[in-house]
């Protein structure tokens, strides 16, 4: 009996599979994506299946260099068809890895295509995808896949005309101030012309973000969002912070450093003035390969995990915002792993401070299993907040059910050794799988 991909996937035991029929068709709360608000009001269609799955998808980018496809086949001037082959070529060597679960979830539930994915079946998959395309579009792709609220992810600056109710499907802005933390000279320009006022002090750059995050409030925000590669300090000054801001031109690494920890400090009084959810995305090591990003931008697959996340820094953090009645909801994210227990360990001495999904480089099926672990060991697993996809990619939300399939496996093996009490496991699943993110980001 041929098992590939069957309906129990990943469910390794009878009473995992009973789990998994109780939290499968629940709704999807997506509270961390980098969709496009303007695809999903234009109801985007998609030509082939090359543009749905690899446009954007630096995932599948990263995989197919690590098998030394060439880049004109990744990023380059190649047709959609040669570039799909070419990710189908590399897809049996990728046993284990997340992109061989999510491609055949995709296959199977967006198409209808239940055969694996390689160099020979690649051509008719093509042509049987590309088929199924002309009846899906970006909003019926959301819909297959169940998603009530989607969060996307948006500058201080942007008008946010998109955003809104489509189809029964929530659409709203993520306050993303990273850039007004630089203090760029272009950057406090498009600013100043955002808010119809000249940003000239420190005073005129805080009222401009205030002005910008009631903006985003009033197109549906609750959440804001910070990548974080250095936990900022506790202790800068409104006269060392507005020195620094009028000091102009070119600022020192240090300068920049101090600067962004008191907007850090000032962000988090903001969020709790708003009622906004903080997340703290920390430790992505942005850039690493300087030649391509000349060629390819940011976010193009070259970003890697720091070494280390110095969580004693992120404790006094979090302690000098609670001081000062300055903390809001918080969500932490850690890219290294190694520090996630110590995020639960500092994230249970502050009201209402989260740690978050196994991020990027984790959400695989080990780290997914053993985030939970240490969630479970080192916090309290029913207080989870899920799942998200942090993707650019609406055929991404797969991902959800790869999550609620290794949850309820999880969950089951406790329960099958007589570990965790059977009559308690579908509340449990429930409030994580839906309940909790809904209610902590006060949707």
Same mark, same amino acid.
């Given at each position: 009996? $041929?098992?590939?991909?069957?309906?129990?996937?990943? =469910?390794?035991?009878?009473?995992?599979?009973?789990?998994?029929?109780?939290?499968?068709? =629940?709704?999807?709360?997506?509270?961390?994506?980098?969709?496009?608000?303007?695809?999903?009001?234009?109801?985007?269609?998609?030509?082939?299946?090359?543009?749905?799955?690899?446009?954007?998808?630096?995932?599948?980018?990263?995989?197919?260099?690590?098998?030394?496809?060439?880049?004109?086949?990744?990023?380059?001037?190649?047709?959609? !068809?040669?570039? @799909?082959?070419?990710?189908?070529?590399?897809?049996?060597?990728?046993?284990? $890895?997340?992109?061989?679960?999510?491609? *055949?979830?995709?296959?199977?539930?967006?198409?209808?295509? !239940?055969?694996?994915?390689?160099?020979?079946?690649?051509?008719?998959?093509?042509?049987?995808?590309?088929?199924?395309?002309?009846?899906?579009?970006?909003?019926?792709?959301?819909? %297959?896949?169940?998603?009530?609220?989607?969060?996307?992810?948006?500058?201080?600056?942007e008008t946010l005309e998109y955003h809104g109710m489509y189809d029964g499907i929530k659409v709203c802005p993520? @306050?993303?101030?990273?850039?007004?933390?630089?203090?760029?000279?272009?950057?406090?320009?498009?600013?100043?012309?955002?808010?119809? #006022?000249? +940003?000239?002090?420190?005073?005129?750059?805080?009222?401009?973000?205030?002005?910008?995050? %009631?903006?985003?409030?009033?197109?549906? %925000?609750?959440?804001?969002?910070?990548?974080?590669?250095? +936990?900022? !300090?506790?202790?800068?000054?409104?006269?060392e912070a507005e020195a620094i801001f009028a000091s102009g031109g070119e600022r020192s690494a240090e300068q920049?450093?101090?600067?962004?920890?008191?907007?850090?400090? @000032?962000?988090?009084?903001? @969020?709790? #003035?708003?009622?906004?959810?903080?997340?703290? *995305?920390?430790?992505?090591?942005?850039?690493? $390969?300087?030649?391509?990003?000349?060629? =390819?931008?940011?976010?193009?697959?070259?970003?890697?995990?720091?070494?280390?996340?110095?969580?004693?820094?992120?404790?006094?953090?979090?302690?000098?915002?609670?001081?000062?009645?300055?903390?809001?909801?918080?969500?932490?994210?850690?890219?290294?792993?190694?520090?996630?227990?110590?995020?639960?360990?500092?994230?249970?001495? &502050?009201?209402?401070?989260?740690?978050?999904?196994?991020?990027? &480089?984790?959400?695989?099926?080990?780290?997914?299993?053993? *985030?939970?672990?240490? =969630?479970?060991?080192?916090?309290?697993?029913?207080?989870?907040?899920?799942?998200?996809?942090?993707?650019?990619?609406?055929?991404?939300?797969?991902?959800?059910?790869?999550?609620?399939?290794?949850? %309820?496996?999880?969950?089951?093996?406790?329960?099958?050794?007589?570990?965790?009490?059977?009559?308690?496991?579908?509340?449990?699943?429930?409030?994580?799988?839906?309940?909790?993110?809904? !209610?902590?980001? $006060?949707?």
């Open positions: 009996m $041929n098992k590939f991909f069957d309906k129990n996937v990943l =469910l390794r035991s009878a009473t995992a599979q009973k789990f998994y029929a109780e939290v499968k068709d =629940l709704p999807v709360v997506d509270y961390h994506t980098h969709l496009s608000e303007r695809d999903i009001a234009a109801d985007r269609r998609f030509s082939t299946i090359t543009e749905l799955w690899l446009s954007g998808d630096h995932y599948k980018w990263r995989a197919m260099r690590a098998c030394g496809v060439p880049e004109r086949d990744i990023t380059g001037d190649a047709g959609d !068809e040669e570039k @799909f082959l070419a990710y189908a070529s590399v897809v049996p060597k990728m046993c284990g $890895n997340p992109l061989y679960y999510w491609t *055949h979830f995709e296959l199977k539930s967006l198409f209808g295509i !239940e055969e694996p994915l390689n160099a020979a079946t690649a051509p008719q998959i093509y042509r049987r995808a590309n088929e199924k395309l002309k009846t899906l579009s970006a909003r019926r792709i959301l819909e %297959c896949f169940r998603v009530e609220y989607v969060a996307t992810t948006n500058d201080p600056v993520t @306050f993303r101030p990273d850039r007004a933390l630089r203090l760029d000279g272009s950057y406090l320009s498009r600013l100043s012309e955002a808010c119809g #006022k000249q +940003i000239v002090t420190l005073a005129d750059w805080k009222e401009a973000l205030e002005q910008r995050l %009631c903006h985003f409030v009033g197109k549906g %925000c609750s959440i804001a969002d910070v990548s974080v590669e250095e +936990i900022p !300090e506790s202790d800068v000054s409104e006269s920049s450093r101090r600067f962004f920890s008191y907007g850090m400090q @000032f962000l988090g009084g903001l @969020f709790r #003035k708003y009622n906004i959810v903080w997340q703290l *995305h920390i430790g992505a090591y942005r850039n690493i $390969n300087s030649a391509a990003f000349v060629s =390819l931008g940011a976010d193009a697959g070259y970003d890697v995990m720091h070494g280390a996340i110095d969580t004693d820094k992120l404790a006094a953090f979090l302690n000098g915002l609670h001081s000062s009645g300055s903390l809001p909801k918080i969500i932490l994210y850690a890219l290294n792993a190694n520090a996630v227990p110590a995020l639960c360990t500092v994230a249970a001495c &502050f009201p209402d401070v989260r740690v978050g999904a196994a991020w990027w &480089f984790n959400d695989t099926l080990k780290g997914i299993r053993t *985030h939970l672990e240490t =969630l479970a060991e080192y916090s309290v697993l029913g207080t989870s907040l899920g799942m998200l996809t942090d993707s650019r990619s609406f055929s991404s939300y797969c991902r959800f059910d790869f999550f609620r399939r290794i949850l %309820c496996d999880f969950v089951a093996e406790k329960t099958d050794a007589g570990e965790y009490a059977e009559a308690d496991a579908k509340q449990l699943l429930y409030d994580i799988s839906y309940k909790n993110p809904k !209610e902590f980001m $006060n949707l």
